[in-house]
């Protein structure tokens, strides 16, 4: 059996679509096998050396010395070529996880027929990406403990696909900062969205999905209003835009809508908070239809609007609900809710969706257009020594920018956070390559799949106003004709609640019974005592709680805290005495008792609306 067919039949054991990518191509012509002094080969592609040409496993040991701290939780290496690097980093770090990325299906052909990846393509601790979308990296690094992660690179296979592992890069970072950022999210709103959902459950129960709409402007351009600065330039031109495009607005620049002479045919809200529904206030006697999140502030769902729909809900509580009401229709979460209100405009059919005020950063030093509430909010705080731009100064001085090239080919200042709505933009091209989409903001960061349009493109459109009228008012006559109640919808809403306050109740009492036992198992190994009772104790406590679908319900809340303790083993390597992870144990059975008893107390005040003057069993 040749080199390549023993490496082929260990890859086809772990990695079967990877064997068959590989089968498929064809080595890499460009690739060239060195012989060195040490008797092991080396490699040039296209003229470049890919190892050294006299010890390649002297040289990559030495790169993990370098490169490689002796506390790294976990490796990404990119670009494999021979594997030296990866061997190097297995005899340095014998356990360490390892993920390894390689652009070229060809290149890796190259190694397969050259020398023996046994140890890589067989090491349980190793997994391995070759070609395909950079974007596939995502779903294997929450397989990794990577509270302190260190990169191998082999420079030129970098620097043979940059654009792939540019991108591979850009998925790494955009994996970490969604980590950070969701997690900060969770704390700073986690509560603020349950309160919500439990206070809207009838409007749950009542109110039509956005899964309805599917199709409903299939072929219609589409205009994405979004609330960055930007859009003060093109205002002006939004009535006339409005003329041939389906118009889609964000909550936030809804007033600037309104008072260029434009009512929005949909406005999207997700923000749970109350004065994101503020931003509401001026739409007056609207003939937009209210697009909301189900954890959106239950004022929104109170204002007066053409017609209200919902998106299914992206926290474990709204999925449970949605077992009873049906599901709403998911709409796509980039952390923006530009993102949500794009995702809408694909899922009407409208094509092509133009975008203004997308910016993505902060063209001009300036966070938002001109009339969003944040300004109004500002505004009204302000001083003689204290203007609005002081507070808006402060705020971009605080958030750390930095600049990306613009969409006109000049450059603007931007942040993290806005460089995750990028990458979430970007993606979108990739995933929906039949979606066509434009951005209107020259001065906004450049999205790769979105090139620029201009305002005289969508000028040049058209007029269709007439039939996305007749649409919009066909679609709030069938809301209109459901009515409002629906006694037997309540009743399956209710039962359903019912049953999770039963479960959330039972799941707090065991939680409260596991802190107990982890308390004392702590004290035994602290003291030396006997450890076998608390052990089996906990064991049958975990069994049960695994037999509650309501511990994602619970657990939703105490995510930082999993995340924290995941973070922490990670960081000690191990090396924690036992009674530490007892008391751990102890505080994250807590946290799944307070969550349960809380969520349960909110859900049976919330039935009152569906079942006015009963209590809910087990309450």
Not at 256 to 263: E, L, M, P, S, Y
Not at 375 to 385: I, N
């Amino acid at each position: 059996m040749s080199c390549f067919e023993e490496n082929l039949r260990r890859l086809s054991v772990r990695y079967p679509e990877v064997a068959r990518a590989v089968t498929a191509a064809q080595a890499d012509p460009d690739a060239v096998p060195l012989p060195t002094p040490r008797g092991v080969p080396s490699a040039s592609v296209g003229g470049t050396l890919l190892h050294s040409r006299y010890d390649p496993a002297r040289e990559a040991a030495q790169q993990v010395d370098r490169e490689v701290p002796p506390h790294t939780t976990a490796a990404i290496v990119l670009g494999l070529g021979l594997g030296y690097a990866v061997r190097g980093l297995r005899a340095r770090h014998p356990s360490l996880p390892i993920l390894v990325a390689e652009a070229s299906p060809a290149l890796f052909r190259f190694a397969m027929e050259t020398v023996d990846l046994g140890s890589i393509l067989e090491d349980p601790a190793l997994v391995l990406v070759v070609g395909g979308r950079p974007e596939a990296i995502a779903s294997r690094l929450a397989d990794l403990p990577l509270a302190r992660p260190a990169y191998l690179r082999l420079r030129p296979a970098l620097e043979r696909e940059p654009a792939w592992y540019r991108g591979a890069e850009e998925v790494i970072q955009s994996w970490f900062l969604r980590r950070e950022i969701n997690t900060n999210t969770l704390k700073r709103f986690g509560r603020l969205w349950v309160r919500n959902l439990a206070r809207n459950l009838p409007a749950l129960g009542r109110r039509p999905g956005v899964q309805e709409l599917r199709g409903l402007f299939q072929g219609i351009p589409a205009l994405v209003v979004a609330g960055g600065p930007s859009l003060d330039e093109m205002a002006v031109s939004l009535p006339e835009m409005a003329r041939r495009c389906v118009v889609i607005a964000v909550n936030t620049p809804l007033k600037a809508c309104v008072r260029a002479g434009v009512d929005p045919d949909f406005t999207i809200l997700v923000d749970p908070q109350y004065w994101a529904s503020r931003s509401l206030d001026w739409a007056g006697s609207t003939g937009s239809i209210l697009v909301a999140e189900p954890s959106t502030h239950p004022r929104a769902l109170r204002e007066k609007a053409r017609a209200t729909y919902l998106c299914s809900s992206l926290f474990p509580l709204g999925e449970w609900l949605e077992r009873a009401t049906g599901a709403k229709g998911k709409l796509g979460a980039g952390g923006s809710v530009t993102t949500t209100a794009f995702d809408l405009a694909r899922v009407l059919g409208a094509s092509p969706i133009f975008v203004a005020g997308l910016d993505l950063g902060f063209p001009g030093m300036r966070t938002h257009c001109r009339g969003v509430f944040l300004e109004d909010a500002w505004l009204s705080s302000s001083t003689r020594v204290a203007p609005l731009e002081a507070s808006s100064f402060r705020y971009l001085r605080d958030i750390g920018l930095f600049t990306v090239r613009s969409a006109g080919g000049g450059s603007t200042p931007t942040d993290r956070r806005m460089l995750l709505y990028k990458w979430w933009f970007e993606n979108q091209a990739i995933l929906r390559p039949e979606v066509r989409a434009f951005t209107l903001s020259s001065d906004g960061a450049a999205i790769e799949g979105m090139p620029l349009a201009t305002v005289e493109e969508v000028l040049s459109l058209p007029v269709r106003r007439a039939e996305i009228d007749a649409r919009i008012r066909e679609t709030a006559r069938r809301e209109a004709a459901r009515g409002g109640r629906d006694p037997e919808g309540d009743e399956r809403l209710a039962e359903a609640v019912e049953a999770l306050v039963r479960e959330l109740s039972a799941l707090a009492a065991m939680a409260y019974q596991g802190h107990a036992h982890s308390v004392r198992l702590a004290e035994a190994l602290e003291r030396g005592g006997r450890i076998e009772a608390p052990l089996r104790e906990l064991d049958r406590i975990d069994r049960r709680i695994l037999e509650l679908s309501a511990r994602s319900v619970a657990g939703f809340l105490v995510q930082d805290q999993l995340l924290g303790i995941s973070q922490q083993g990670e960081a000690s390597e191990g090396k924690r005495e036992p009674a530490e992870v007892a008391q751990t144990s102890a505080r994250l059975y807590r946290g799944v008792e307070e969550s349960a008893r809380w969520q349960s107390g909110l859900l049976g005040q919330a039935l009152s609306e569906l079942r006015p003057g009963k209590t809910p069993k087990g309450s």
